[in-house]
């Protein structure tokens, strides 16, 4: 029997035996196969990303010592509070495609002795009649040592890009040497030391460049393949298993970029396949744009689906890229990261000087469930994910200006998920029915992701798109029993409600009462919603 014949007549049947109990029938279908595990969620799938761009560092992160502004050593102590609730296991940072142009020697030593540089981000047109600011001019004021305290307040590992395109090899190795060798081994260990940190910082995740197709450098990837080789080259390791991460695509729906894939894979393994041993992951870059009038706030349900149906696109991208690296790792040593990731919409900025600043409504809580969904259900393929980006810009957990502060529906998605982290990914069916949008264009119904837990635990989450009807769906544990469930829902009647300044908790998940048991049961998803239900097992 075909999957789809199987689903509908188990649908049929499930219909029928839930008529005498539920006021309602299932529509829909929701399968979870405990036997069929697909690999760890590795918790970094749930990382963060942070650039010097717009907002995100001055006024995001760094608000200075002397602000009054509550603050950590200068760092935005309501960021560190919401990081650590989050586990948010990695950040990276300083870019982005500030990375190639960015000096870290000049963000190291007494802040008031740092020079000041032009930003890569200077030439954007919104900022050309914004005043002068960090924006345009970047004071150096966050450098290494404040990243890498920023990191260990949140509990995170820190995630540091390399700069190919106007530093050397020498300058990277260098980098290496202040963050990781030993107390008093080397003269930048003592530079550290007088930063403050008299210990290592023991940074294992370096990213070769960004974007080294574009900003990073124009490179062809064959011509990258070589600098990846060149840097990584005998670079200082101080015991420690350093995970170099390489440029990759720039995928886009109509130019996934395989071709800069299998060229770079191609380009590295010239010199034997042991190179491949160099490479920890490879870096994607995909992001989901608003379409028609191009707006954060203002949209139709057309516009709606639109931007779900293209965050949707996240998969096929990974399996793509997947493939491609397979003809040339055929045991898949090499996993995707795919280190920016996000809804960047037109606008409206939320401040003239902070660049691709948006206020993330329902809608973006939806891409962000699609897309980690996506993530787990992919989790053998996937080592690293880093949304775009924490504070103040594009896909953004938060809003920080001054003394406000918010968290955004993207944030509340991203503490709903973080059961998901370090569990064991299922695989996870469902069948709904399809919607209908725009001219001929389509969407599915229903779609989520599962993982078991040590402690017993199944999490599963599902998002159900349709902006005004309901989904029941007859949810099949194959294989397991539930004894009892929590459910937490995150929805709105509206689908344009956000959080702000002056309103910070319009969106909000909310517990659901969740009456549930054995291995099949009904559960209603409610419209425009993300819902996760955490199930203990009998
Ligand atoms: O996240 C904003 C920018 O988008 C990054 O700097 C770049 O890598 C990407 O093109």
């Not at 960015?102 to 540089?117: K, L």
Request: hydrophobic share 40%; proline share 5%.
């Amino acid at each position: 029997m075909q999957r789809r014949e199987f689903l509908s007549s188990a649908l049929t049947l499930a219909a029928a035996n839930l008529a005498p109990r539920a006021a309602r029938a299932a529509d829909s279908l929701v399968e979870i196969l405990i036997n069929e595990p697909i690999g760890e969620v590795a918790a970094e799938l749930y990382g963060h990303f942070t650039e010097h761009i717009g907002g995100v560092v001055y006024d995001g992160i760094w608000v200075g010592k002397d602000s009054k502004i509550p603050n950590v050593g200068g760092i935005r102590k309501a960021l560190v509070d919401h990081m650590r609730q989050l586990k948010a296991p990695v950040v990276r940072w300083p870019g982005g495609c500030f990375a190639d142009s960015y000096n870290w020697h000049d963000g190291i030593g007494p802040r008031a002795e740092r020079p000041v540089r032009t930003n890569f981000w200077a030439n954007e047109p919104q900022l050309w009649n914004a005043p002068d600011g960090p924006q345009k001019y970047e004071p150096n004021s966050f450098g290494t040592p404040e990243f890498l305290r920023f990191c260990r307040l949140c509990g995170s590992k820190p995630y540091l890009a390399a700069n190919v395109r106007s530093l050397t090899p020498m300058d990277f190795d260098q980098w290496v040497e202040y963050c990781n060798s030993p107390a008093g081994s080397t003269s930048l260990a003592a530079k550290r030391a007088a930063d403050g940190s008299q210990e290592p910082f023991n940074v294992t995740y370096w990213g070769i460049g960004n974007e080294s197709w574009g900003c990073g450098g124009d490179f062809r990837p064959d011509d990258y393949a070589v600098e990846f080789r060149r840097f990584t080259s005998w670079v200082p390791e101080y015991g420690l298993k350093l995970k170099f991460i390489g440029s990759g695509p720039g995928a886009a729906i109509d130019d996934p970029q395989v071709e800069w894939t299998r060229g770079f894979f191609e380009g590295l393994t010239v010199k034997g396949k042991r190179m491949l041993d160099r490479l920890y992951g490879l870096s994607m870059h995909y992001y989901c744009w608003t379409a028609g009038k191009g707006q954060a706030i203002d949209f139709t349900p057309d516009d709606w689906y639109q931007l779900l149906w293209q965050a949707d696109v996240m998969e096929s991208l990974i399996t793509k890229h997947w493939l491609a690296m397979g003809e040339f790792d055929k045991e898949h040593t090499v996993k995707l990261v795919v280190d920016e990731w996000g809804a960047w919409h037109r606008g409206p900025a939320t401040d003239s000087r902070y660049l691709f600043s948006y206020v993330p409504t329902m809608r973006d809580a939806l891409v962000t469930g699609i897309t980690l969904d996506i993530f787990n259900r992919h989790a053998e393929k996937l080592a690293m994910c880093n949304v775009a980006q924490l504070v103040n810009n594009i896909h953004t957990l938060f809003l920080a200006q001054g003394d406000h502060f918010a968290a955004t529906p993207v944030f509340h998605v991203f503490d709903m998920y973080k059961a998901h982290q370090s569990g064991q990914a299922l695989r996870f069916v469902s069948d709904a029915p399809t919607i209908s949008y725009g001219l001929g264009k389509t969407l599915w119904g229903l779609a989520g992701s599962a993982s078991l837990h040590t402690n017993n635990t199944l999490v599963v989450t599902v998002v159900n798109p349709h902006t005004t009807d309901e989904r029941t769906a007859q949810v099949a544990l194959r294989g397991a029993s539930a004894q009892s469930c929590r459910a937490t829902v995150l929805t709105s009647a509206d689908i344009h409600a956000r959080n702000n300044f002056e309103s910070p908790h319009v969106v909000e998940p909310v517990e659901q009462r969740a009456n549930v048991s054995g291995s099949s049961f009904a559960w209603t998803f409610k419209p425009a919603s993300v819902t996760r239900l955490e199930i203990s097992l009998a």
